[in-house]
């Protein structure tokens, strides 16, 4: 069971899913804004803030 994973895994390997993540917070730092779904934006807001 998943039960307290921290992870979110989005469907994908670790490295893609880190590249994602990546490009998702740079996008937001430098527009201020991103169009991008919940579960995506949720494992970002993690990824931004501590």
């Given at each position: ?31 201020k ?18």
């Amino acid at each position: 069971m998943r039960h307290q994973k921290r992870v979110k895994k989005l469907g994908r390997n670790a490295s893609h899913r880190k590249a994602t993540l990546s490009n998702l917070a740079s996008s937001l730092i430098e527009h201020k804004r991103i169009k991008t779904t919940h579960s995506k934006a949720k494992a970002t807001q993690q990824f931004i803030e501590p």
